[in-house]
């Protein structure tokens, strides 16, 4: 019994220190936002671990963007919580986010001390180009996972307009899902009869998705006219990224 409860703690720390190295790397090297992050992620945790099938790595993403705070760093804890449980959901946490932290804290000094290096913009233009390629990577495969039925690329296809047109992203993603939920169920009770064009879904849902992408670019003008009215203290800042990250 004992060599039985030492094996697993034994198979638990082993765990433990792959989730440690994987999301340390991560969190160092995870350059170009939440969409660059879960594209280096699915690469690292379904592909060359298998950790995880790609439909559950799939339905995580989709989860994840319905709740505040940044999907990635929920995909990271996640992601350890499969592996070891509530000390995985933690290490990976934290090893994913203080390496960033760190590295922002450094360069926010530097920028603050120095003000703006024109001499790194050239090194900064080269990102752009190679984040955009691992994203599109990232799509390509689990667009190929997600889009099962017409119906399922006609939404996809909307919810992409949506997005493009500058609607807010989470009013997008809820009518979507809404949109998907609702469709999908009409269409296993009635089969296919009845069932509208996917020109018909689109028009419906950029429809809906137009009073709410005015509603957002109207708050997001009226935050921006604030800021640009002076300089906002400290305590304000932090109360209005608190709000940020708790809404977004």
């Known amino acids: 019994m004992a060599s039985g409860a030492e094996a ?11 989730l440690a190295r994987l999301f340390s790397k991560l969190g160092m090297i995870g350059f170009g936002g939440p969409a660059a992050h879960i594209a280096m992620l699915e ?10 099938d790609r ?6 993403v989709g989860a994840t963007n319905l709740i505040p705070g940044p999907n990635s760093t929920e995909m990271a804890m996640h992601v350890g919580f499969e592996r070891a449980g509530w000390p995985g959901l933690l290490v990976s946490g934290a090893c994913f986010i203080l390496p ?6 450094g360069f926010a000094w530097l920028y603050v001390a120095y003000g703006a290096l024109p001499e790194v913009e ?6 752009g180009p190679a984040v ?18 017409w119906r399922l690329a006609a939404v996809g296809a909307a919810v992409a307009a949506a997005a493009l047109a500058g609607t807010d992203e989470i009013a997008a993603l809820l009518l979507g899902g809404a949109l998907g939920m609702l469709w999908l169920r009409l269409a296993a009770r009635r089969g296919d009869g009845g069932r509208p064009s996917p020109a018909a879904v689109v028009l419906v849902l ?17 935050a921006g006219a604030a ?6 203290p400290l305590g304000k800042l932090f109360l209005f990224f608190l709000k940020v990250g708790a809404v977004l």
């Open 8 to 18: 697993r703690e034994g198979g638990r720390a082993r765990r433990l220190g792959e």
């Open 43 to 52: 690469d690292e945790v379904v592909r060359r671990r298998r950790w995880l």
């Open 55 to 60: 439909q559950h790595f799939l339905d995580l």
């Open 100 to 105: 960033a932290v760190a590295i922002t804290g």
């Open 122 to 127: 050239p090194f900064l233009w080269g990102i």
């Open 132 to 149: 955009l390629a691992v994203i599109l990577g990232a799509l390509w495969k689990l667009g190929r996972q997600a889009v099962k039925g």
């Open 206 to 222: 950029l429809a809906g998705l137009r009073r709410a992408g005015a509603a957002a670019a109207a708050t997001a003008g009226a």
């Open 227 to 232: 800021a640009a009215a002076g300089a906002v």
